[in-house]
């Protein structure tokens, strides 16, 4: 029982109003008493209740108007209904017009209780629903595909572009890259975010299951089918079907899949009949689907049934300014998980990242810096807490022009890089220690601090 529940009750009979009030609160909630309709919309006016209690037989508004106006202002309220037997009629067409349950007189006040009861315990429900569903937009939400690059927000103005479209969409990308995050964000910020939204690796799955798993198969359509199982098409109506490494599906399920798309209907495996369908279509692959078209490999209508609007994902070496965001992102993930404070990455650290070509792309760093934040056994992680093929990666010393040639320079930038080079060459000569590096560097100690600060070096 929750003492804070507040519940409206509504009788004319005085009596009954007060001995109900008094059971009531006894059994823990809060009460507030109305003695006809009217007054019962004017403190309505001014509270919300979680659950309104009305005779159905009022003089002037009645419990039926109770219900009406509650349903246009306060529709998360449950009513219940008082009726005698000859009204029981009544009681049962104001439940479908959206009451919540109604009891007969004399009343059961056993019953009565469990039917609060089980009303609260409905709203508590649809409020956790609601918070979930929140959540998983929040999960799911642009937000949470990091950077700031000029190629990532490239992929964010076409998502926001395509999110509330029905449309078959391609994501092309190299593995890692994040293409099964782009699928999910646009599916659940789009209209479809309430429906299903069912993922299939299309390479994982043997070729002689694909088709069973994709469009289902009927009781005894082959050994081992001992019962009737939809396919993830049929899971997935309504909702969204992401089908993950679409160059991997074989030739003659391709045809089958084919006719998914162009007709909306899918034929379970052994089955006379067909399922409609209302579903979107988003694919992905790390595989040039042209190069298998010229291979005999993939159907080239498939691929423009597919390929409706591509979404490219740039690998990670071509959004090197994200790197450091990302890292970042992903040590305060892991720190939290880790429950170990807040750990931070050396500036030097930062650089050799930067210089990794990254083939495994976002999802590699994540595995970087989780592992390397699980062995690392001090506050700071330097580059020597690196995985040795990144730690033994060679830095590129910065590009400074000999020269100004006609085309000009940015001069602030260059300066901030030489500063930046001479500032770490001089903390690693002086092992971190800041005084040392400021005499190498006949500098002041709080000169070269404020430096850092600037420069965002952390050593």
Known sequence: MEPQTEILLIDDDVQNNKLLHTVLERAGYGVTSAHSGEDALHILAQNTYAVVITDLMLPGVDGLEILKHLQENSPHTNVILITGNASAETAVEAMKSGAYDYITKPLNIDKLKLIIAKSLEKQKLIRENKLLRQQLLNKHSFANIIGTSTAIQAVFTRMEKVVDTDSSILILGESGTGKELVARALHYNGPRKDKPFVAINCGAIPQDLLESELFGHMRGSFTGA????????????????????????????????????????????????????????????????EDLIAKGAFREDLFYRLNVIPINLPPLRERKEDISILARHFLKKSSNQLKCGQLILAEEAFEILEEYPWPGNVRELENIIERTAALCDKDKIGIKDLPPHISGI?????????????????????????????????LEHSTGVKSRAAALLNIKRTTLVEKMKRLGIEF
């Open 226 to 289: 001992i019962k009737t199982k939809p396919g993830r098409f049929e899971q997935a109506n309504g909702g969204t079907i992401f089908l993950d490494e679409i160059g991997t599906m074989p030739v003659h399920l391709q045809l089958k899949l084919l006719r998914v798309l162009q007709e909306q209907v899918v034929e379970p495996v052994g089955g006379n009949h067909s399922i409609k369908l209302n579903i979107r279509i988003i694919s992905a692959t790390n595989t040039n689907l």
């Open 394 to 426: 060679k830095r590129q010393q910065p590009q400074i022009p000999a020269t100004l040639t006609s085309d000009g320079l940015d001069m602030p930038t260059q300066i901030q890089q030489i500063e930046r080079e001479w500032i770490r060459q001089a």
